[in-house]
């Protein structure tokens, strides 16, 4: 079992009901072909580097999964045939870059409690 993580781009023009149901459509082909979801997060609306398609912004998520080799051609393959898909990374984690994920998704965690905890007060 191979640990991946997927950063992909939707385009800005949908609504956020549309782009999380994009976000759970992938999602779903992982988990449907054995895949384990280790983290996902939905970093939203940001500025491209360059033009896409003529869109300058669009939707950027990322997830984390574990599982066989043969699911990121799966996963690439539905990335291809969506159209709202502008750009899509699928790499697969060596044991140093998998130790830095979970060091980093910790740390977001932490600070993300910190800012709960500092609202509540």
């Known amino acids: ?4 993580e997927t950063v992909f781009i939707l385009t ?10 994009a ?3 992938f999602e779903k ?12 997060e939905i970093w939203g ?12 912004t669009g939707f950027y998520s990322l997830v984390e999964f574990d599982g ?4 990121v051609k799966k996963l ?3 990335f291809r045939r969506d159209e709202r898909v502008l750009r899509f990374l699928v790499f697969r984690l060596d044991k140093y870059a998998k130790e830095y994920a979970d060091k980093r998704r910790n740390r977001v965690k932490s600070t993300a409690t910190v800012t709960e905890e500092a609202k509540e007060n």
Not at 1 to 4: P, R, V
Not at 12 to 21: A, G, I, T
Not at 45 to 56: G, M, W
């Open 1 to 4: 079992m191979n640990h991946y």
């Open 12 to 21: 800005p023009v949908l609504s956020d009901q549309q782009m999380k149901e």
């Open 23 to 25: 976000v759970e459509k």
């Open 29 to 40: 082909v992982l988990t449907d072909n054995g895949a384990s979801i280790v983290n996902e």
């Open 45 to 56: 609306l940001r500025k491209l580097a360059y033009p896409i398609q003529k869109k300058s």
């Open 68 to 71: 066989d080799p043969t699911i």
């Open 76 to 78: 690439e393959t539905q």
